[in-house]
């Protein structure tokens, strides 16, 4: 975006935040769990940066051609500012709290409603290509998990920081119906392509993918890594993509000699890299910048970012499967 000499200009504040997300991240997914390693992580990364920015700025500040002159900084109070962290402060205390254990096992029970898709549930299999003989058919049961959703919890957040900032809870609900009805058509477009990853897991498309890419032999390591961020860029979560994908790259990586926890772990990583090309993503960015309606250009923008890093992650998890071997 900037070229590479303003690039190394701002490599330091680059350097701190990539670390100090990393190295938190990987210590307590090593020793205390998987639930909580990017929360912890972005917090400790966004204090780093804070305080290496009251010592160091970069030579030059790099500005948007034709954004206006930047007014000399107002002095706030300490309550002022505060105030202005509590949004983000009660939406990480929250997301904390819902990613423990405890919390979320406490909330979810008496708290979920089931229901049994007629004429899909218990009705379609796996074959013995993908799954081991004697596999029980699929579940296909909507779930919905009233409190222990990462949803209820942001929900929650939100509406305490709109009462922290002085919004009446009419004002509330008026925002709220305000922003559904702009993200109207984002919304559709979103629950489609959640859809379409259900269909492609009941209709053995993703079966049939992954057969397709068993037979790249020694080159799986890095085309698996792309099926993950296959499924992170249709779905628009990692989550869907491991449900997806998850037991097929196990499955796989067993009939060629690959370790299967490298390939289960591949298809997250690929998946991160997906992100910034998935509809949701896409739609958050172009919220928060008010530059709604240009979801087409971010996209065609970022692809080409995305697709790379998917690909040099690829490259890593096959120099990895080659010396595991």
Request: glycine share 10%; net charge positive; hydrophobic share 50%.
């Amino acid at each position: 975006m900037a070229g590479f000499r303003a690039m190394i200009e701002v490599w330091p504040a680059a350097l701190v935040a990539g670390a100090f997300f990393a190295v938190p991240q990987f210590l307590i997914a090593r020793f205390d769990g998987p639930w909580l390693a990017d929360i912890v992580a972005s917090v400790c990364s966004i204090a780093a940066t804070v305080i290496l920015l009251k010592f160091w700025r970069p030579r030059t500040i790099w500005k948007l051609e034709d954004a206006p002159p930047v007014a000399a900084a107002p002095v706030h109070s300490r309550f002022e500012l505060v105030r202005a962290w509590a949004p983000w402060l009660l939406l990480t205390a929250f997301i904390f709290a819902w990613g423990l254990p405890r919390v979320r096992n406490f909330l979810s029970d008496g708290a979920r409603s089931e229901w049994p898709v007629r004429y899909l549930n218990d009705r379609v299999a796996r074959g013995i290509e993908v799954a081991p003989a004697g596999t029980p058919p699929e579940k296909a049961v909507y779930k919905v998990e009233w409190l222990s959703a990462t949803g209820t919890g942001i929900l929650l957040a939100g509406v305490c920081a709109g009462v922290l900032m002085g919004y009446r809870p009419r004002e509330l609900a008026r925002l709220y119906l305000g922003t559904v009805h702009r993200l109207r058509f984002s919304l559709w477009t979103i629950a489609a392509m959640l859809s379409l990853g259900y269909v492609t897991r009941y209709s053995g498309t993703d079966a049939t993918l992954g057969l397709a890419l068993a037979r790249t032999g020694s080159l799986y390591p890095f085309f698996g890594t792309l099926l993950g961020w296959l499924g992170v860029a249709l779905t628009g979560s990692d989550t869907a993509s491991n449900v997806l994908f998850g037991s097929l790259q196990t499955i796989t990586a067993k009939q060629l000699g690959i370790n299967p926890v490298l390939m289960a772990a591949a298809n997250s990583s690929g998946g991160v890299m997906g992100k910034m090309v998935d509809a949701q993503s896409i739609v958050v960015a172009s919220t928060a910048t008010n530059w709604y309606g240009h979801e087409g250009q971010i996209l065609r923008y970022v692809f080409f970012h995305s697709l790379a890093l998917a690909a040099l992650m690829g490259a890593m998890v096959s120099l990895q499967a080659l010396g595991g071997r």
